[in-house]
């Protein structure tokens, strides 16, 4: 079964700075899809950024962009210009191409709480 | 707008009295499926459908229950609730495997 590790529970990051979240996960797959969820204290579950794992080039959006290192299996997010909206708690997920079983679920990390300080 | 609607968002129950959280969503998406969100666990799914009449078990199905009987509607069913199935659950949908899901907005349930 796939796992995804999160091993930074917090961080924070002075408005406007950049910060970069870890992710790293476990895999016997060579075709899988990865993202980058986005919870505001809100609780709505917002889909940031999403890549598919046998494009090399790293996914952009806006101010957030990932690095994609598939031989290293992780997947971090990079977010540039960092604002005020942008504290949330962040979860990195996988996701199967498989039909079977387990391979049908998008699997989480267990999440890391970002503060932004003004 | 294209949305998941769950309902209701806040839920207060006692123990062994049957529920239910209902999902729709009007994006005409296949797949869909219930996470519960814990501290420190991040959201582990519960169940999972891949069409209407198709449903499968996810990491933590113990106590609940599905139903896919129209291609928009995935209701949970939770038969004896009981304290440790107190959580915040989402309903959420996509298109294909590929595509990120779309969330609802939760549901935070508290069994006494």
């Known amino acids: 079964a796939q796992t995804v590790t999160q091993s930074q529970p917090e961080m924070s990051v002075q408005e406007a700075e950049t910060v970069t979240l870890s992710c790293t996960y476990d895999?016997?797959?060579?075709?899988?899809?990865l993202f980058w969820y986005k919870q505001p204290p809100s609780r709505q579950m917002i889909l940031v950024i999403r890549?598919?794992?046998?494009?090399?080039q790293n996914a952009t959006e806006n101010r957030f962009s990932v690095n994609f290192q598939k031989a290293a299996k992780s997947f971090s997010l990079k977010i540039s210009d960092s604002q005020l909206g942008d504290a949330a708690m962040y979860f990195c997920?996988?996701?199967?191409?498989?039909?079977?079983?387990?391979?049908?679920?998008?699997?989480f990390g267990s999440g890391t709480q970002l503060t932004v300080l003004p | 707008e294209a949305q998941v609607t769950q309902n209701p968002r806040y839920l207060i129950t006692v123990t062994g009295k049957k529920l239910t959280v209902t999902c729709s969503q009007n994006?005409?998406?296949?797949?869909m499926s219930w996470y519960r969100q814990d501290p420190g666990l991040g959201l582990r799914q519960i169940y999972y459908?891949?069409?209407?009449?198709?449903?499968d078990k996810g990491d933590v199905p113990e106590g609940y229950k599905v139903s896919r009987k129209e291609k928009r509607n995935f209701p949970l069913i939770l038969e004896s609730p009981s304290p440790n199935q107190t959580s915040l659950y989402f309903c959420?949908?996509?298109?294909?495997?590929?595509?990120?899901?779309?969330f609802g907005s939760g549901t935070r349930l508290t069994v006494v």
């Open positions: 459908s891949m069409n209407v009449e198709v449903t």
């Open positions: 994006m005409n998406h296949e797949y």
């Open positions: 959420a949908s996509s298109l294909s495997r590929g595509a990120g899901y779309t």
């Open positions: 997920a996988y996701r199967s191409v498989l039909s079977s079983g387990s391979a049908r679920q998008l699997t």
């Open positions: 890549q598919e794992a046998y494009k090399q």
């Open positions: 895999t016997s797959e060579s075709d899988y899809y």
